[in-house]
């Protein structure tokens, strides 16, 4: 059932980069990226990077990129695209290189996208797929607070809530022409029960993704 793993062996060869699964997911806060962005690394046997919980390691470990992105996250406001890339774009590009990866929250304007897509052009491991996890506006602030009661994350109060779902419906829909534009979007819908959510992932990126990715196991 997972693919692309160290253990598909020393025959992959250097150029096994081209078919691994390189996956975007764009949606709303509360949507559930986090949860199927790591459902879908652990099937596919790719690195889940989520530029969000990269970043609250920095503040929480009060590194220099934390210092300088804390005032931003605590606002809800996305935090300056240099700090971003600094901290994301060296782990995307070894995803990149070994197994393939699962992207959550980065690109998340399309300057970011415009900004990195040569770069990962260069070494041919750019996002093969975008998923627009498309859910209904007003689930998601009830979500979100449930979300801030379990797991007390510093940006899940009502305003910062608000604001970075502000923030996303500013930037979604050039990001989502960035990737419609190049053939490479799919929408799932995100509004059932996760389980059901995860089925139509599959569906969804089993049915871009080459076979010769998947392990039968
Ligand atoms: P998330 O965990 O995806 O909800 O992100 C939490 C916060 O991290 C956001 O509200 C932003 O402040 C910041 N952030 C995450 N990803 C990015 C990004 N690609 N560019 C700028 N800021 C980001």
């Known amino acids: ?67 300088r992105a804390s005032d931003y996250m605590e606002q809800g406001e996305l935090v300056p695209d240099g700090l971003v890339y600094d901290l994301v774009m060296p782990k995307v590009l070894a995803a990149g290189k070994a197994n393939g990866y699962v992207l959550d929250g980065f690109p998340r304007s399309v300057g970011q996208a415009e900004e990195c897509r040569p770069v990962l052009d260069k070494d041919d491991v750019a996002v093969r797929l975008a998923v627009h996890l498309d859910a209904i506006p007003d689930d998601l602030m009830p979500r979100l607070l449930d979300r801030a009661r379990s797991e007390g994350r510093f940006d899940d109060t009502p305003e910062v809530i608000r604001a970075r779902l502000d923030v996303f419906n500013d930037e979604v829909e050039p990001l989502l022409d960035f990737y419609r534009d190049r053939g490479l979007l799919v929408l799932v819908d995100a509004t059932g029960a996760p389980d059901h959510v995860w089925a139509q992932l599959q569906v969804a990126v089993d049915g871009r993704q080459p076979r010769t990715d998947l392990r039968s196991g």
């Open 1 to 67: 059932m997972t693919q692309g793993g160290s253990d598909a062996g020393p025959s992959r060869s250097s150029t096994a980069h081209d078919e691994s699964v390189r996956l975007l997911l764009i949606g709303p806060p509360g949507s559930g990226k986090g949860t199927q962005g790591k459902r879908l690394a652990q099937h596919y046997g790719v690195e889940h990077i989520s530029a969000g919980d990269l970043l609250r390691h920095e503040v929480e470990t009060k590194s220099d990129i934390g210092r």
